[in-house]
């Protein structure tokens, strides 16, 4: 290449020596405006983007043209740090080509040199240095400066974390004819792409873009990657000649025009087409109507805001949740809806739900629904995006497309690039804390409704979390939904506040409370259609280790022989495990049940199927069955038995677990015709694990003495009275022992918040989102350790060989053969392997009598599809 070419034509942005076709390199300012393209394709399909874009940056007088150009300037700054010869020796056959006259020896840059080099950090420290001479202006007060900065830390973090200030001085020599025509590639580049988009639309390269708050930066960096993943995809922009006399508006017009017709953004499954809003009916079952806090969702004000709906377990809020995130959706305010649940089996019981709601709020080609955790199919266009990263490219590991197939390899990450993510809410969590590409997460949400269920269900940290990501929501004008049966009002008024509302008044119950801007207004269900009353009688029995004792367990297996089905839920995975094998021994004739989370994810689904055939909606019944659990059944589950049994638990969770008594109409078995709940304390004086398990002996004891003096419980009068006066501050006559643990509780709560600000606001080198260190951040402390169940081969307990899989495919393999196991077994996994991913990896062998056994020096575990992981040691868990 001559020299007669100019200095920003001379630099490469994408070589592969495999690429299918010549060139083998595509130019540096194609790419740029490759991935700009994107992002104005984008920008004209999706309303959603436009209307998040438009509040996150509406400080400042400013239009939406002009936001947009703003956004497509520092767009095509993104790989700015490219220009450096540096990075241009990662393919060295390319530069002698196009840099014909540079002579390696002006160049003393070592292998490590050019193989370490970062080119985003380094395009954030050019632009931070070379500003001044490309604007003309040297005096930059502190505030423009901070939102220049800012803007362009954004743009050049898209590989995965911001890069900061303090850049190490440059590591190699270069002569400075070198140096030179690299500083007048950058300088010639910012100037030609200022052109394109800004003096268009009347800005000046010296104008301030706008403020750009810490949400904005997100929003603007998770935009950012995705459409660098995309435009750096060769089936979307395939490689190009270099045509010096091609004006750069033309070869951005021509990308543009071919990303719409080829409708790419719709065919890689990160757009979907919504459907105009049908009313909730459409989303009901034939003959039903809208109920309760059902009814009042088509006349709820449509603009981008919090809902937070209080109502009973089984009266329909998920279906009122996803009508009102239809209609943002139709409206435009919304793209796609993220669901998060408190645990893997809520979250899985909800896919089903979300495909059929999915094919009803989405036209065209089936929307791209995404369950975390969950082996389905995979989505044809993101599987184009995976299968592009694998081929081979001179930027090795740092190349866009090989971090895209990195993040769409896993299903627990790609739920925040399609129309319909379904999770845990640790996925959501995520987002805001130190992790790599966190900001994806956070794009993913913020252009989507937020629904998180079973909003109570977390502590204070995860609560501290969960503040600061629907802040950050409102912050760009997003929406949220929270749904809970059991919410006390102090955590009520914290979600609210989060919001940045605020509301001094109650509200009968059920309620929905909207929260727009600065205002929460409660919306109460009206009175036809308020939930009726009904009763549930309690029976409180003390036994040894809250276990049923042996005249319990005649009974439970009499009622089961008269066609009952009976739950009985513990608080502890080897009680469950232990009852479930005596109640075998003893119920002769009548099939005993078991679900817990300490399965393999791959026999936990099956689990799972199992229990709504038997005990769910539209089991059949006449026979009695007998299903022993742990927590796992009392959220988000549509189970139905006639008796339950259950151990003494927090007030809101024991009435989750009334939720699934008679939960349904239908004829009940003779003896059951009345909902009946029993519950099993200790006989010691004070709770042990439970209280080890809940973390507040108050709640337990207060529950209790409520218990005591009620035989019956008058819903839904008791979701307010009860649940407040539990977790209120005044009760007469509380034994100190309970106060003093009540103190110490919430001596830890406190911590525990103040943790959860301190871990939003870390500065660090983020961690890796695969990191165990980062996943357990989401919990406080509670979260579980993973293990890998493999058998002496290598391969897992059913046979499936990990060797020549996929990365993605192995991934998922391990992750449906992955077993969730309390923080405190860790200590009995010294001397095990641990993969990349954190997980401990115990090699089980055959055994006749209990399934799969293993020897870890310290303890036994057993494996079977029936019973779970069990520990042959002391000591309950």
């Not at 440059?170 to 590639?185: K, N, S």
Request: with cysteine.
């Amino acid at each position: 290449m001559t020299s007669e070419v100019e200095p920003m034509f001379r630099y490469w942005g994408k070589a592969a020596t495999d690429y299918p076709g010549q060139p083998n390199w595509h130019p540096l300012l194609y790419h740029a405006l490759d991935v700009t393209a994107v992002a104005a394709a984008w920008w004209d399909a999706d309303p959603a983007i436009r209307a998040t874009f438009s509040k996150a940056f509406q400080n400042g007088p400013i239009t939406e043209p002009q936001l947009l150009a703003w956004i497509l300037y520092f767009t095509a700054l993104h790989d700015l740090g490219k220009f450096d010869v540096c990075f241009q020796l990662k393919a060295s056959p390319v530069v002698r080509e196009i840099w014909s006259e540079l002579d390696f020896d002006d160049v003393d840059i070592s292998k490590r040199n050019v193989a370490d080099f970062n080119h985003g950090s380094w395009g954030f420290r050019w632009g931070l240095k070379e500003r001044d001479a490309w604007t003309g202006i040297t005096d930059w007060p502190v505030s423009d400066e901070d939102s220049w900065r800012s803007w362009l830390q954004a743009v050049t973090g898209h590989h995965g974390e911001f890069p900061q200030d303090s850049a190490a001085n440059r590591e190699y020599e270069a002569a400075d004819h070198v140096l030179e025509h690299d500083r007048q590639a950058r300088h010639a580049f910012v100037l030609a792409v200022a052109e394109l988009f800004l003096a268009r639309n009347g800005i000046e390269l010296g104008s301030l873009p706008p403020p750009c708050t810490l949400a904005s930066q997100d929003l603007l960096a998770g935009f950012c990657s995705v459409c660098d993943w995309i435009g750096s995809n060769t089936d979307v922009m395939p490689y190009r000649f270099l045509d010096q006399g091609l004006p750069l508006e033309r070869y951005f017009a021509e990308r543009v025009s071919e990303l719409r017709q080829r409708k790419w953004l719709y065919e890689l499954g990160v757009i979907g087409q919504p459907s105009a809003y049908r009313t909730l009916s459409a989303l009901l079952k034939p003959g039903e109507t809208p109920r309760g806090v059902q009814v009042l969702v088509d006349g709820l004000d449509a603009q981008p805001g919090m809902l937070l709906i209080e109502a009973p377990t089984g009266s329909g809020k998920t279906e009122a949740a996803l009508a009102h995130a239809w209609r943002w959706l139709a409206g435009g305010t919304a793209h796609s809806i993220v669901f998060a649940l408190p645990t893997q089996a809520t979250a899985n019981a909800m896919l089903k739900r979300a495909e059929a709601f999915a094919e009803k709020a989405f036209s065209g080609d089936a929307a791209n629904v995404v369950l975390a955790h969950g082996k389905r199919d995979y989505h044809d266009g993101f599987e184009r995006l995976v299968r592009a990263g694998y081929r081979t490219t001179a930027q090795g590991a740092h190349e866009a497309g090989v971090q895209c197939s990195t993040w769409l390899a896993q299903s627990r990450k790609r739920i925040f690039l399609g129309q319909l993510g379904v999770c845990t809410v640790d996925q959501v969590l995520l987002s805001v804390l130190p992790v790599r590409h966190k900001f994806v997460r956070g794009f993913g949400i913020n252009r989507s409704v937020l629904i998180v269920d079973e909003v109570h269900a977390y502590d204070s940290y995860m609560h501290g979390l969960l503040a600061e990501v629907l802040s950050r929501q409102r912050a760009v004008g997003g929406s949220a939904i929270l749904l809970s049966a059991t919410l006390p009002s102090k955590i009520r008024n914290q979600l609210l506040a989060a919001w940045g509302s605020v509301s001094a008044e109650d509200a009968p119950y059920p309620v929905l409370w909207q929260a727009i801007e600065n205002r929460a207004q409660p919306i109460p269900v009206p009175d036809k259609q308020r939930p009726p009353h009904r009763a549930v009688s309690t029976k409180l029995q003390k036994t040894l280790e809250a276990m049923p004792d042996a005249a319990l367990m005649t009974e439970i297996v009499a009622a089961a022989k008269s066609g009952a089905r009976v739950a009985v839920v513990c608080n502890l995975v080897d009680n469950a495990q232990r009852l479930a094998r005596q109640l075998r021994e003893n119920a002769e004739g009548v099939p005993i049940d078991m679900f817990h989370a300490r399965y393999r994810f791959v026999d936990r689904q099956a689990k799972e199927t199992a229990v709504l055939n038997q005990y769910g909606r539209e089991a059949p019944r006449g026979t009695g069955r007998i299903l022993v659990a742990t927590q796992v059944v009392e959220q988000s589950l549509d189970l139905d038995f006639d008796w339950l049994i259950t151990q003494i638990c927090p007030v809101d969770l024991l009435f989750q677990r009334i939720g699934r008594l008679h939960r349904h109409e239908r004829v009940r078995p003779q003896g059951f015709e009345q909902p009946c709940c029993t519950v099993l304390s200790v006989e010691a004086e004070d709770y042990g694990l439970f209280e080890l398990i809940y973390g507040n002996a108050r709640v337990l004891w207060r529950t209790e003495q409520l218990l005591v003096g009620n035989p019956r419980i008058d819903f839904p009068k008791a979701y307010r009275d009860w649940i407040e006066l539990v977790y209120g501050e005044e009760w007469d006559g509380e034994p100190e022992a309970i106060t003093q643990s009540y103190c110490e509780f919430s001596g830890r709560q406190m911590a525990a918040a103040m943790d959860a600000r301190q871990m939003v606001s870390l500065q660090r080198k983020p961690f890796s989102d695969d990191d165990v260190q980062i996943t357990v951040k989401t919990r406080d402390g509670e979260m579980n350790v993973t293990v890998l169940a493999l058998r002496d081969d290598g391969r897992c307990l059913d046979g499936t060989s990990l060797e020549g899989l996929e990365d993605r495919v192995a991934r998922e393999v391990c992750d449906m053969n992955s077993i969730p196991v309390p923080k405190s077994w860790e200590k009995l996994f010294s001397g095990s392997e641990c993969d990349e991913d954190g997980r401990y990896q115990l090699v089980f062998s055959p055994s006749t009598e209990r399934g799969w056994t293993t020897q870890t020096g310290k303890a036994t575990f057993c494996y079977s599809e029936e019973f779970g992981l069990e520990k042959k040691t002391d000591g309950p868990t």
